[in-house]
């Protein structure tokens, strides 16, 4: 078994999240990564993700993209861009709110698309199951070639080509497309973060 794949068994099974004898296939990888806790780790690098067992839209994915890999799947990291408005943050606290009714605040979200034997499906593990009270759309691996919802209202999607970094792909377009609202960008996820760990401990 590869590195990672090995590195996220050992993690789930200390944690008690994957049972003795259960093996990892696509949908059990999808959900272990997905329930991770939305928290900035100290790095995007998939191993930071699994090991410090937190991460947001990017490290997620870029651990869940090579874990589909390592399974011998097909799998392409996106991006597309969005905006947190009043009218998608209704469900906010009100300090998230407030800064959304000052102006958008844009973003760029991170996701993929995954070849199955029933064709490409996209997934997106961004929100833990965990924060399904508190009105985040939380996606259920149902079938093979199934589209989960994405985690935002996409503007414009791209795709990372093969042999790009992702994250330095990411970093462009954030700085293209947040401009100077890149502080006001930061402090909305850390805030968003900080509101989704405090809100979800325990559960």
């Known amino acids: 078994m590869s590195t990672l794949l090995s590195l996220l068994e050992q ?7 994957l049972p003795a004898g259960e093996t990892l296939t ?14 900035r780790a100290s790095s995007r690098q998939p191993e930071a993700i699994i090991q410090e067992w937190r991460g947001t839209c990017s490290g997620k994915h870029y651990a869940l993209d090579r874990i589909f890999r390592q399974l011998g799947m097909d799998s392409r990291v996106i991006m597309c861009t969005h905006r947190f408005t009043l009218d998608n943050t209704g469900h906010f606290p009100p300090e998230l709110r407030a800064l959304v009714a000052q102006e958008p605040v844009p973003d760029v979200h991170t996701y993929l698309r995954l070849k199955t034997i029933r064709g490409w499906m996209t997934v997106d593990a961004t929100w833990p199951g965990s924060a399904e009270p508190l009105g985040m759309p939380v996606n259920r691996w149902v079938n093979d070639g199934e589209n989960m919802n994405i985690a935002c209202d996409p503007i414009d999607t791209y795709e990372v080509l093969s042999g790009q970094d992702p994250q330095a792909f990411k970093e462009q377009l954030i700085a ?6 890149g ?21």
């Open 176 to 181: 293209e497309f947040c401009g100077a609202s």
């Open 26 to 39: 696509p949908a059990t990888a999808f959900a272990l990564v997905r329930d991770i806790p939305y928290q």
């Open 183 to 203: 502080p006001v960008r930061d402090d909305f996820i850390e805030g968003m973060s900080r509101w989704l760990s405090n809100a979800t401990q325990g559960r």
């Open 11 to 17: 993690e789930s099974r200390w944690r008690n999240l």
